[in-house]
């Protein structure tokens, strides 16, 4: 399975983004999902993971209430939609295949796409 990440940009904050991660090689619909963040001078975090159903989802306590995860399996594809930015959102998103549930730390995930630049100015 190949990830393909997108959907970064600049946004003031209080502003919203969606993105995306694209599955090819294989079906990723049999697999959990998620996506982690990375900031400047920090260590990847986790942010959200999605069961492969898309009937259960989990979030960091810091973005709780304020992104949503979702997938989409015909479409191989798992989005985070991301409301109320706030600066300290400021990072590089990576989406992956985390092999536990949960919170998932990345030593937890075994295939990663590349990142895409999510930057919320004040």
């Known amino acids: 399975v190949q990830l393909q990440a997108s959907g970064g940009g600049l946004v003031q904050a209080g502003g919203s983004l969606r993105l995306s991660c694209a599955a090819s090689?294989?079906?990723?619909?049999?697999?959990?999902m998620g996506w982690f963040r990375q900031a400047p001078g920090k260590e990847r975090e986790f942010v959200a993971s999605?069961?492969?159903?898309?009937?259960?989802?989990y979030y960091a306590d810091s973005v709780k209430g304020r992104f949503t995860i979702s997938r989409d399996n015909a479409k191989n594809t798992v989005y985070l939609q991301m409301n109320s930015l706030k600066p300290e959102d400021t990072a590089v998103y990576y989406c992956?295949?985390?092999?536990?549930?949960?919170?998932?730390?990345?030593?937890?995930?075994?295939?990663w796409g590349q990142g895409t630049l999510v930057t919320v100015s004040s």
């Open positions: 090689g294989r079906t990723a619909s049999n697999y959990i």
């Open positions: 999605i069961s492969w159903s898309g009937s259960s989802a």
């Open positions: 992956g295949r985390p092999t536990s549930w949960g919170a998932s730390p990345p030593s937890h995930v075994d295939i």
